[in-house]
């Protein structure tokens, strides 16, 4: 089982404003009266014991202007982002600025056209998946039930233990069901004859 984590959504709806209001003031210093081209991409994240968060991606296409990556550096460093480095992309040279688990740069495409884009941390609505409690325990069993055999009274699915992951990948025993395939989730199974 999995709680949502208080707060979760408001945090992701700070930090994407945030992130966006950053990548605009970068815009206006690199092209000022440019109007980019605004593209934003959520991102879910899985651990493998089933903590899920989102993570925010926007990209800014500035057609017709001619920025360079030097000078965003000096933007970035002038607006407070540290580790600024300088790099090399596919369109020639690059930036990269980090701050507070926030990620700024920009890069040429291969058309030529400046992209400034940022990425936020993630946040995490989620937290680590733990296993729902028993469906069945020796003492709650009816007489002539017995605990599944398959399950042991837990009720869900033995291999990803009621998650639907395995790993990241969907679980090939239960296929999301979650439940265990012989009781269907009760724990129990009938005695024979």
């Given amino acids: 089982m999995s709680e949502e984590i208080e707060g979760a959504a408001e945090e992701f709806e700070r930090s994407a404003n945030w992130l966006r209001s950053e990548l605009r003031a970068l815009v206006a210093a690199l092209a000022p009266g440019v109007e980019p081209a605004v593209e934003e991409r959520i991102q879910e994240r899985r651990t493998t014991r089933g903590a899920m968060g989102r993570q925010l991606t926007v990209t800014m296409t500035l057609a017709g202007a001619s920025c360079a990556a030097g000078a965003a ?5 002038a607006a407070g982002w540290c580790s600024v480095e300088a790099g090399e992309g596919p369109g ?53 039930d017995r605990l599944c055999r398959m399950c ?12 639907g992951f395995v790993d990241g990948r969907r679980c090939v025993e239960c296929g999301l069901g979650m439940d265990c395939s012989s009781c269907g989730g009760s724990g129990r199974e009938r005695l024979d004859g």
């Fill in 152 to 163: 042991d009274g837990w009720g869900t699915c033995g291999t990803c233990e009621g998650l």
């Fill in 92 to 144: 020639g040279p690059s930036s990269k600025a980090r701050r507070d688990g926030f990620e700024v740069g920009l890069f040429r495409r291969p058309s030529g056209s400046p992209v400034v884009w940022g990425k936020a941390p993630t946040v995490w609505f989620h937290g680590r998946w733990t296993r729902p409690p028993r469906a069945a325990t020796p003492q709650t069993l009816a007489p002539g």
């Fill in 73 to 77: 550096s000096e933007a970035m460093a």
